[in-house]
């Protein structure tokens, strides 16, 4: 017997920061519809998380903490980091620490927060596909097909987050040894601590610098090749006017802007959020790469100006075969394992909506066209409206990647937009 599918005014995918976020504005909203029953999120993991791979010792967050779920948009909020803090009798503590919060004290924040929305959350349900249901040649209503379920709706919203970026030099190789940043410490648990394994690391940010510190520590009798397109390691763009490109002000001017203008902007503001690590960071590198002049057994090896050409395998190593691009001479890289700190990119069509591309309308880039409140604009037809929660940096600017800067007033934007 068939079951019809439930209806909710609006399914959310995904259930990370952004997802988490845009649950505190509804449930903050003079109409409620969180707490009437119109809304269901979906998360295809066990549990809420804020980058869960990649939480190491002494690592700290890299925004303001005032920029949390909630505070930009209400400061009054009881889901407030300084709330979080209240309520685990650490308030007048993390006053005297003289630094942002750790990674892993953030990421306890989100999931705190995750919490107080358990009722409208399916935990361990994945989405499968999103189909069109149609009816008289239009688009009505989307059916939502999970692992658990089906759902219609007439409201959605990706809250998927980025993908991780694999380069194509790396794409069809065993992820047992090649490693992106995004499977870091479920990859690396098992290895043999005191071994002299060989890692190479891809990339000049800040998850690239924050895995080779880690590597070196953790295993004491590694070697790390850290391997750079550019001149090594940059101090990432901390001064404050650069980063008024995290400005709320900024996302309306940037969003009127053509696509050419647009990416000259993205590319001058880009040293503020990517390919750029923080001062301690460095310090931390560096220190690391001097020792090994001073011992003369260097366990840091920076090889820059060095672009991978290819990549071949054995049963027991990864060549990394290079080249400069300046000189032009070529030479080779021989590792165990290589890590990849090659951030994440944005789609430029989500792939949840693959169903959904005959309506949907794309630009000169043949990504999906963002209008200013976050919705997708799609044919006449087509009368489902489709939001994007963090997946439009193309659109609306650097804010919209990697960041919480705009978490909060996104999220009311898209419940005023919703209900």
């Keep these: 017997m068939q079951v019809t599918p439930d209806y909710y005014d609006m399914i959310n995918i995904g259930f990370g920061p952004a997802g988490i976020a845009l649950a505190c504005a509804l449930e903050e909203a003079a109409h409620q519809p969180l707490t009437t029953g119109q809304c269901l999120f979906l998360e295809k993991n066990s549990h809420c998380a804020w980058h869960p791979e990649f939480l190491l010792d002494g690592t700290d967050i890299n925004h303001h903490l005032l920029r949390d779920l909630v505070t930009p948009r209400n400061p009054q909020s009881r889901h407030s980091f300084a709330m979080y ?13 003289g630094r942002p919060a750790s990674r892993n004290e953030w990421s306890d924040y989100v999931a705190w927060v995750g919490k107080a929305f358990a009722p409208y959350v399916h935990y361990d349900e994945q989405v499968l596909e999103i189909r069109p249901a149609i009816e008289d040649g239009r688009v009505e209503q989307l059916l939502v097909v999970t692992t658990k379920g089906h759902y219609l709706t007439r409201n959605l919203v990706l809250s998927t987050g980025s993908t991780a970026n694999i380069p194509r030099q790396f794409a069809k190789l065993s992820r047992t040894r090649v490693i992106h940043t995004s499977h870091y410490l479920s990859s690396i648990s098992e290895l043999e601590p005191q071994a002299p394994w060989s890692f190479a690391v891809v990339g000049s940010g800040q998850s690239a610098g924050e895995s080779t510190v880690d590597l070196l520590r953790r295993f004491p009798n590694a070697r790390v090749t850290s391997i750079h397109r550019s001149s090594g390691f940059k101090i990432a763009q901390l001064g404050q ?4 490109a995290f400005h709320p002000e900024r996302v309306t001017y940037f969003h009127k802007l053509g696509q050419a203008e647009k990416a000259m902007i993205l590319e001058e503001v880009k040293s503020t ?7 301690d960071e460095s310090q931390a590198l560096y220190s690391l790469f001097y020792e090994g002049l001073v011992s003369q057994k260097p366990r840091l090896e920076l090889k820059v100006f060095t672009h991978i050409e290819s990549v071949s395998q054995d049963q027991a190593t990864l060549t990394l075969h290079t080249c400069d691009p300046y000189t032009r001479e070529c030479d080779s890289v021989s590792a165990d394992y290589v890590i990849l700190g090659t951030g994440y990119q944005q789609d430029y069509v989500p792939a949840p909506l693959a169903q959904l591309q005959p309506w949907l309308t794309l630009g000169n880039d043949n990504g999906v066209l963002v209008e200013q409140n976050y919705r997708l604009t799609t044919a006449p037809n087509f009368k489902p409206a489709v939001y994007v929660n963090g997946l439009s940096e193309r659109s609306h600017g650097i804010g919209e990647g990697q960041s919480f800067s705009l978490l909060a ?11």
């Design 85 to 97: 803090l209240k309520e685990h009798g650490r308030l007048y503590q993390f006053g005297l620490l």
């Design 241 to 244: 006017f650069p980063n008024q």
């Design 273 to 279: 959020n990517y390919s750029g690590i923080d001062v």
């Design 409 to 419: 007033m996104r999220a009311g934007i898209l419940t005023h937009s919703l209900f």
